[in-house]
């Protein structure tokens, strides 16, 4: 069962003497009607509009609904023939009401006039009614844009109106209700002084139905108050289970996607790529549509009695298809073609890379020492990553032969590019050693020999070769 919540604020403004806005917040019934016409006139016509409408909604459909506000308007048309000083009254008025379509419920909204209905859904607000006015009939031309609309000297002049004439049009919308949406009716005197992104923030900010319309209508009449302001907002507290279902509607629908999503990668495996392309891009324009929130045309039969009624339906919340419920279950992700294919190549760009770096640390040679003994290691040294140098050659050559500058490089490790040039190196090594050993021996001038009252002290001098 769907259950609403409504609350309302109304406020004369900072210019007009007279409030000649009315409200109603009724039992599943809210409107907002905005009078006009001199005399106390549009008083008047909006006092007699919302409780004609009252009187007249006993049906909860969305004909009976669009009935009851031509119903209203007759009421209204009465009471300006009546009365000569009333003569050319009339009221805008916008309601919401709790109809009940082949047993599902709904949300229904009718309008006539420049008063406005919102739903505002998940943080986003919409407007749902068109205005009837000379600016925005205007702009639906293109001869202007909505801003100039905004501030255009003529924009309080209403093309349709309850009341003008016995018989009027009335446009109307079917919404589903969700728990959580909002539905904001609103006079002008709103809409003339706050911005659609600055009422959503309040919306968002203010949870209390009551609180968010006081607050809007406060900031109305900061932003200027030229005219009356009245906000009526309606939540949905519960939508009987709607959301739930629309989810598991949404679960059983990608679960559809997915085996369809199967068949294509079966096909791709057996066929050329192109097919499963062609699959996956039908697939993602499906999910496109499902998550639209643009109203759709409805169904349902055009009531008789309404000369020009426009119905839409709205689709199922864009959150439950874009996001799973906080706290529920996330629904795992599928692994199609398309994944497989990018994890192969995620895993093959890794490999080249380990390959390449194995590759470096293990390519070189160095030659380096090994306890005492001059030798061959295949690494860098000191080790790469975890790539540890390992010993190719041990020579016959101790560090003690060679000269103590190469000794120091060789306990840091002289890369060569290659075994041969690393064992060139050795054998150089080696054969200056050997030359320095014959050196030594060959050049040994003789000994002088000198006895100052000792042992004898040999002093060898190595000649300069
Ligand atoms: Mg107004």
Redesign the pocket.
Known sequence: MTVLSGAAATDVGRVRQIN??RYLVGEGLYAVA?G?GGHQAGEVAAQASVEALARHFTERTTEALVEAVREASRAVWRLAQENSERRGMGT?LTVLALVEQEGEELLAIANVG??RAYLFQRGDLVQVTEDHSLVEELVREGQLTPEEAQVHPQR?IITRALGMEPEIEVDAWTLTPYAGDRIVLC???LT?EVTTEKIAAVLRQLTDPQEAARELVRQARTHGGN????VVIVDVVDDGGKAEQASEALAAEEAAEEAADHAADHAADHAADHAADHAADHADRDETVSVSRRPQPDPTPTPATATATATATRTRPAATATAPPAGGPERPRRLTWRVVLFLTCVVGVLGVVAASVAWYARSAYYVGVDGDQVAIFRGRPGGFLWFEPTLVDRKELSIADILPAQADELRVGKEEPSKADADRYVNNLRQEAAERRAATTTTLPPTTTTTVGGPATTVARLSPP
């Open positions: 000649e806005d905005d006009v805008t420049d008063s309080s006079s002008d005197g003339n005219d009356n302001i009245t």
